[in-house]
């Protein structure tokens, strides 16, 4: 019951600021401080999620199912290569800076090259969103494995634990922490690039239906589908926050 109650206290803060600018929002589309049609009252985006929740709803299982299959796909791939990067050290060498330069490409200037490539269905979505996810996961888990303790790896050797031993229970339970916090970093990131890719070319998702509703200056609409999008990317931070609480119970005792 203690533990519940300093939860919800822990949150008032976070409340009470989200409600103030929804305030400062409706006095500023009250005053019409900014055309009404640009900027729409909270009120109005709450009945234009009304409205189109069936359409919605309809774009949004499009776009996670994207955003899951890319990230199932971009957290294997930084896992096996943060693995195979840690176990052989000319391996990360030649891979290493090939990683990092994959970020420096913009998702926005990759994307249409990708849809002309791989045509307007799902897999340039996928693509897309592999690319912008394992990166996170590659590079905590590495820094995960690397900052492993050396003294607890020495004991293990001298008991004649094998490489596989020491990886099991000395390196994956020390990087758990950072790979949790690079997946959730990866889990926002899969559901924006979904709806970038959606953007430049797509039969449906959220990125579509963005581009319609912009195009018929529709901004009521626009607002509603940013705030699913935002909401989307809190409820899968969510669920990764229980996830880890599942696998590393020792953190809750401390």
Request: aromatic share 12%; with cysteine; hydrophobic share 55%.
């Amino acid at each position: 019951m203690k533990r519940k109650s300093r939860s919800i206290t822990s949150k008032l803060p976070s409340l009470a600021a989200i409600g103030i600018l929804l305030i400062i929002w409706q006095a500023a589309s009250v005053a019409e401080l900014v055309p009404s049609y640009m900027l729409p009252s909270p009120g109005d985006v709450v009945k234009a999620f009304i409205d189109d929740f069936p359409l919605l709803l309809e774009n949004c299982r499009i776009t996670l199912l994207e955003a899951f299959a890319g990230l199932f796909l971009g957290v294997a791939i930084g896992f096996l290569m943060a693995v195979a990067m840690d176990c052989f050290e000319r391996l990360y060498q030649a891979l290493y800076p090939i990683v990092v330069v994959t970020q420096t490409v913009p998702t926005v200037a990759l994307a249409p090259l990708l849809v002309l490539w791989f045509g307007y269905e799902m897999t340039p979505k996928v693509i897309l969103i592999v690319i912008v996810t394992f990166f996170p996961v590659t590079v905590g888990l590495l820094d995960g494995f690397r900052s492993a303790d050396k003294d607890m790896m020495n004991l293990m050797r001298s008991m004649g634990a094998t490489r596989g031993q020491i990886f099991r229970y000395v390196k994956v339970p020390g990087a758990a922490g950072q790979f949790f916090a690079s997946l959730r970093i990866s889990a926002t990131y899969s559901v924006v690039g979904a709806v970038i890719a959606e953007w430049l070319g797509g039969f449906g998702g959220l990125g579509v239906y963005m581009t319609k509703v912009r195009k018929a200056f529709a901004f009521d609409k626009m607002f509603a589908v940013i705030f699913l999008i935002s909401a989307l990317s809190l409820l899968l931070m969510w669920g990764i926050n229980v996830l880890q609480k599942k696998c590393m119970p020792w953190e809750e005792k401390k």
